[in-house]
Each structure stands twice: as structure tokens, then as C-alpha cells.
């Protein structure tokens, strides 16, 4: 990225606006690294400055007159483009749920994944895995099941696999692995938790040829317009360090980073184990999703921040089901991670 953004300085290496797509040789690297197997073709990828970015344009695309579901909890970003794009109707005040939002339960006793047997069509189903804040990484079966959910009731599956690196079980790193997954879903990823790319901002969307509308015509070229119209191509810079890190040798250092956080994980599992406290995720996951029955996890928050001095993320944010939970990341120097261990076992014993 430095040898790059001096290039630019030079006549010889100066470059303009590229391709809004993204440059073609990390969308074909993006292809072969991910989707290798999976018959991803390089022109189905869309490079973009970050998934949260992503969700936006597809929200633009998606249009207002969508009906959505979501998990619950998930990443807020989600219900937020859909307020914004005027998906969601007015909110109740004691629960916050949108009227227009079906909130789909995703809790430790149902396998952090919904009963789609009672779960209501929409026309677009928000899905993350490994789940931002819980941790929890779908296991193939139950990525069939959305499938073929999808399929029966024509909807189109937005799935995040932001944190696909993390999974090391067997469990599906992509929807793409599942049969069928071409003609009902769309992927968007980041750089930014495989590579440390957070404020770099970069990332990639997914739209298969295969995905249609009911009247025959492919999504891809109608996602192709807006990001054409709406967006003027990831900074060349951030695609030649995403480039690089997907090298060989680049490639090696982000699963050398990731085996990293993946232990810093284990010490905070470790280190709530030891206090009594149920702790999800950290497995396929930099993130713990830990439990304090019968709680507030606003006040959880201060708590922990008055005594410890530690911050964490109230689980009230990710949505209703997240009221007793709070999020804790496994992202940090290892020194911090054991200081902040210590402190919670003071503090919180």
C-alpha cells in the first residue's frame, strides 16, 4: 500500500478513476481465494469500501417496499438501512421492534438459529455467519434449511460472512457452499476483520448471475447500475493492500492474525468460565456473547466500566433478544487481553 500510494505521486505511476467494480485482478484473487469451488466467477464480485457500505447500496436497490427479516440479535446496520430506505414502519417504545421488521429468535435454546417453520415470507432475509454479536457460525444443515426457505418462498438471502475467516470447524465459510445458494443469495465480506483493514475500508459483494426476478432478469445488472451511478470504485490503494494480502505469503500472515485473536478468545472464554457467567461465540468468532440473567446490559456496561475500567458493548443495541447480554472482542494486543482478564476476575468475582 505505501509502494502504491508513492506511485501515484510519479507520472509513470499516477492513476485515475478505475473500474467501479473493483480492479480485476483482486476480484479474481477475491474469486479463487473464497469462492474457489464454489463456480464464483471474478466478474460476479463488486469490490467496495466495506460490507456496512455494501448494505446500503443494496438497500438502494432493494427499494422501500421490501418486507424484511432479520436474526435477533444481529448487527444493527441492518435494521438501520432499513429505516433510512423506509422499509420498517413506526417502533414500539418498550421493545424497539419495527413493525415491518419480522425478527427472526436466535438464542442459545434454539441453536441461535430461527424456526423457520413459523417464520413469516419476506422478500429480503438479513443473515450473518458467524453472527455479529452471538459468535455463532451456521452449521450446514441449518444454512440448507434458509436455502431452501429461500427458495420455497422466493426470497433473497443478504449474507455476511464477514467473519467467515474465524471458522475452523468444518462449518460453512460461505452461503455459496450450499446447493442451490447461486439463485437465492447474495454474499458481501470484508477486509476489515481478515486483514485489520478497519478504517481502510475495504470489502466485496457477491451477486451470482444465477439470482433472478420473477420476471427472468438478473439482479447482477441492476446492482452493476448502482454501483455505477453511486459509487466511483474502492480507493486503489486499499485494493493494492487487499491484493497483497491475499499473496501468498500475505495470505499466510492474515491466518497467522487470525489463530491470534482466535486465542485471545480462548482466554476470555476461560477467564467468564471461571466466574460463573455463560459465555457464546469465540470458537469460529472473535466474539463472546456473555449472559448476566435477569440484567440490564446498559447497566452491566457501567458496571464493568466503573470497576473495571474495561469497555464492552451493550447487548440492548443488537436488538431485543440482546437485553441481558453483553459483547466482548477477542480484538486487541495480547497484554490487553490478559489485563483485561485480570481486572474482570477482580473485579467481577
Not at 473493483?22 to 460476479?44: H, Q, S, V
Not at 438464542?107 to 450473518?128: V, W
Not at 418462498?153 to 468444518?170: E, H
Not at 461465540?281 to 473495571?308: M, R, T
Amino acid at each position: 500500500m505505501a509502494n502504491y500510494a508513492v506511485g501515484l505521486s510519479t507520472p509513470t505511476g499516477y492513476r485515475g478513476y478505475g473500474a467501479e467494480q473493483g480492479c480485476k485482478e483482486l476480484r479474481n484473487a477475491i474469486a479463487k481465494t473464497f469462492y474457489g469451488k464454489m463456480g464464483i466467477k471474478d466478474t460476479e464480485v463488486f469490490v467496495s469500501d466495506g460490507a456496512q457500505c455494501d448494505i446500503s447500496r443494496l438497500q438502494l436497490l432493494f427499494g422501500s417496499n421490501m418486507s424484511v427479516a432479520v436474526q435477533d440479535p444481529i448487527f444493527p446496520a441492518y435494521v438501520d438501512s432499513s429505516v433510512i430506505i423506509g422499509q420498517t414502519g413506526d417502533a414500539d417504545k418498550e421493545s424497539g421492534r419495527y413493525e415491518n421488521i419480522k425478527y427472526m429468535k436466535c438464542e442459545a435454546r434454539n441453536g441461535f438459529f430461527p424456526d423457520l417453520s413459523k417464520t413469516p415470507r419476506t422478500d429480503i432475509i438479513f443473515f450473518c455467519s458467524p453472527n455479529n454479536p452471538t459468535g455463532h457460525a451456521a452449521t450446514r444443515e441449518q444454512l440448507e434449511q434458509l436455502v431452501q426457505f429461500a427458495q420455497d418462498n422466493g426470497s433473497i438471502i443478504v449474507y455476511d460472512s464477514a467473519y467467515a475467516v474465524y471458522i475452523t470447524d468444518g462449518r460453512p465459510r460461505s452461503i455459496y457452499e450450499i446447493p442451490g445458494a447461486r439463485k437465492v443469495a447474495i454474499e458481501i465480506s470484508s477486509f476489515s476483520k481478515i486483514a485489520g483493514f478497519t478504517g481502510v475500508r475495504l470489502g466485496w459483494t457477491v451477486v451470482p448471475e444465477d439470482l433472478l426476478y420473477l420476471n427472468g432478469l438478473r439482479v447482477i445488472n441492476d446492482f452493476n447500475r448502482i454501483v455505477t451511478t453511486c459509487f466511483n470504485g474502492a480507493s486503489r490503494i486499499a485494493q493494492a493492500g487487499g491484493l497483497a494480502s491475499l499473496s501468498s505469503e500475505g495470505f499466510k500472515s492474515v491466518l497467522s492474525l487470525v489463530d491470534y485473536y482466535k486465542e485471545n478468545a480462548e482466554i476470555l472464554l476461560e477467564t467468564f468460565k471461571s466466574l460463573g457467567l455463560k459465555a457464546y461465540g469465540g470458537e469460529n468468532a472473535p466474539y463472546l456473547w456473555v449472559h448476566f440473567p435477569g440484567s440490564n446490559s446498559w447497566d452491566v456496561f457501567n458496571e464493568i466500566l466503573e470497576k473495571a475500567h474495561i469497555i464492552t458493548v451493550p447487548g440492548a443495541g443488537f436488538g431485543p433478544a440482546g437485553k441481558e447480554f453483553i459483547r466482548v472482542t477477542a480484538f486487541g494486543q495480547r497484554e490487553n487481553i490478559l489485563e483485561a482478564s485480570k481486572r474482570l476476575r477482580s473485579h467481577l468475582s
